[in-house]
């Protein structure tokens, strides 16, 4: 069974850029969350769609967005890139919202 | 709200040593319990649950208690490899006004020497 997939796997934006992350879930998991990642901030909830409706929502600015398709791929975005964004950010899918994740290997994004 | 707490790191452990990373969580209602763990470059995996109390997880020789009584789900392994380097996540999944909420621990660094 194939794990979650996360693409592209690193990505180099300037400040300002918008950025758009994909994730595939597991076959027949509906719950995608995603969580950013740094050293100081450690890892932090962003949101988590369940069967195409964000159910969750963690305290981050409307710069973030997301959304999930039928097939319960989703995606996420951010608009107006900050230095602060930069940061490893993590999908994890699971059978039903939030209980037992399993992780894709992150994107990892750097702005300048 | 909820809460892990874990213990800070980085913990530094020879080969074979006892391993215990503590941590302990506050909670609204009846959590389920977690340890996952991060390799180096990687995201994070499974490594064990627990989802009532006195239920006990393992994998891998790694075992942890859920202690209701002491709000706490402990991390341990009897003998340690330098290939469980690296980072360890207590984590909790309750219901939260209606909605499945999870909350992380900060993460403990383990670095196992030989």
């Known amino acids: 069974k194939a794990g979650v997939t996360q693409t592209p796997r690193y990505l180099i934006k300037t400040r300002g850029q918008q950025v758009t992350l994909s994730c595939s879930p597991i076959s027949g998991h509906r719950s995608v969350s995603w969580y950013q990642q740094t050293p100081g901030q450690g890892l932090q909830f962003l949101f988590e769609?369940?069967?195409?409706?964000?159910?969750n929502k963690g305290n981050f600015p409307g710069r973030f967005s997301g959304r999930q398709f039928s097939n319960s791929r989703s995606e996420m975005n951010v608009s107006t890139l900050e230095l602060g964004d930069s940061a490893l950010y993590l999908c994890?899918?699971?059978?039903?919202?939030?209980?037992?994740?399993?992780f894709g290997p992150g994107t990892r994004l750097t702005v300048l | 709200g909820n809460s892990v707490t874990q213990m800070e790191g980085p913990v530094t452990l020879s080969e074979e040593a006892f391993l215990t990373i503590n941590c302990t969580y506050t909670a609204t209602g009846y959590p389920s319990l977690f340890w996952y763990v991060q390799y180096p470059g990687e995201g994070l995996q499974l490594l064990l649950k627990?989802?009532?109390?006195?239920d006990k997880g393992s994998n891998k020789g790694f075992e942890a208690t859920y202690r209701k009584e002491t709000t706490s789900f402990h991390l341990e392994k009897g003998s340690v490899q330098v290939s469980d380097s690296a980072v360890y996540f207590c984590?909790?999944?309750?219901?939260?006004?209606?909605?499945?909420?999870?909350?992380f621990g900060t993460g403990t660094k383990l670095q196992v020497i030989p």
């Open positions: 627990a989802t009532k109390a006195d």
């Open positions: 769609y369940f069967s195409e409706t964000q159910r």
């Open positions: 984590a909790l999944s309750d219901q939260v006004g209606g909605y499945q909420k999870v909350t």
């Open positions: 994890a899918s699971s059978l039903a919202p939030l209980v037992e994740q399993f």
